[in-house]
């Protein structure tokens, strides 16, 4: 049978490509409804392309473009956040892909999961921000959450036929970036242009830099421990600059599991929305002769501190990884607009890390306020910066 999908966010990498694997494989799926923040003109089209049922559009103020464009096709339109919730929650949908940027994906997903949905999760900040709070949800409901990033996938596949075997250590891959090897003094001279321009990947704006920073590997970081029931002590980094192994799992015997491929986005989404089952593809093949070396190496966590401070923040937990993400998308979004340095980005995290009051068993009221407080207080640190 088909499998009903849901799409939040279907206008960026993940969502674009989501809808690539739909339309390669009508037989398999079919799309119920998707959503984005502000860019109207893309959703329109792939509203119009794909016929869901159900647009949602973030930005209220684009609901009147969304809603002309779409009305005569018989395609309902909704705005704002409750539509996101809405779209979430369907009882026609069988998988939410929650491809939404940062913050903005932890209030529809959870929606998702006490809907008892199967949530293909591509957007990491929701477990970085309360992953405490969404596995008991998940548990609570019996949601399944699958992971779309191409580590947590790859840790995922590794596990597939594991059941009951310990997991001593998990091993995620980093390509290292477009800066790979350069010291403080270079990172102080950067700009965004560069940034941007990431070795292997194609990606959002938000993302790359996260990527360029080790922000990204961070994030990953605590998100596999709330995935995969580690403590911190279980998860390491490895720089793997050909982005060719995606992750690994070493068991308790010292056998290493890895999953490889070249870097397509499209293959651990379409894992997710198949799962347990493989289905033939198009994608391009790995050939072990165009890549007659692998290389390895220790990430240099004194040079790009948001490694160290995502550890630092999955150590203490609490409400403090939700600091370190709303600092941090604070920090991208300043730097994209040229009002901080690259190296500053690290300095406000680690600044608000420090101020921001800290809760120990935190409600999800409390990352609200969290979020808040933390966002409030970066900016307040930019403009005295700048001042």
Request: proline share 4%.
């Amino acid at each position: 049978m088909k499998k009903t999908i849901s799409i939040l966010g279907s206008t960026g990498s993940i969502g674009t490509q989501a809808l690539e694997v739909i339309e390669a494989n009508p037989d398999n799926f079919e799309l119920e409804a998707i959503s984005a923040y502000n860019n109207a003109d893309l959703l329109i089209s792939q509203a119009l392309k794909f016929k869901p049922n159900v647009v949602v559009i973030g930005n209220e103020d684009k609901y009147d473009q969304v809603f002309d464009a779409l009305d005569s096709h018989d395609i309902k339109v909704f705005a704002g956040e409750g539509g996101l919730c809405h779209i979430a929650e369907l009882e026609a949908v069988d998988i939410v892909l929650t491809a939404l940027v940062g913050y903005a994906g932890l209030k529809p997903t959870i929606h998702a999961v006490k809907a008892g949905k199967t949530i293909a999760l591509a957007n990491k900040e929701t477990l970085v921000v309360a992953g405490e709070l969404i596995t008991q949800l998940a548990l609570e409901h019996k949601s399944a959450i699958l992971p779309v990033d191409s580590e947590h996938s790859a840790i995922f596949q590794c596990l597939t036929g594991e059941i009951g075997n310990p997991i001593e250590k998990i091993i995620l891959t980093a390509s290292g970036g477009p800066f790979r090897g350069k010291d403080r003094a270079f990172l102080s001279t950067v700009k965004k242009e560069a940034a941007l321009k990431h070795p292997n990947w194609d990606m959002g704006a938000k993302i790359t830099i996260d990527s360029a920073s080790l922000m990204n590997k961070g994030l990953e970081v605590i998100e596999a421990k709330w995935l995969f029931g580690l403590t911190p002590e279980q998860i390491d980094v490895v720089v793997h600059p050909q982005s060719i192994i995606h992750s690994m799992v070493q068991f308790e015997d010292g056998s290493i599991k890895a999953q490889m491929g070249l870097p397509d986005m499209k293959l651990p989404i379409q894992y997710a929305m198949t799962f347990p089952d493989r289905i033939k593809s198009t994608f391009p093949r790995f050939n072990f002769t165009e890549y007659p070396s692998l290389t390895f190496e220790k990430p240099d966590m004194d040079t790009f501190r948001n490694l160290a401070l995502s550890f630092e923040a999955l150590k203490k937990g609490g409400n403090q990884p939700c600091v370190l993400n709303a600092a941090n998308e604070i920090a991208v979004s300043e730097f994209l607009k040229d009002r901080i340095g690259f190296i500053e980005m690290s300095d406000l995290v680690a600044s608000c890390m420090q101020e921001v009051s800290f809760v120990a068993k935190p409600s999800l009221e409390d990352y609200i306020e969290t979020d808040q407080e933390t966002r409030r207080l970066a900016l307040e640190k930019i403009t005295e910066w700048k001042d």
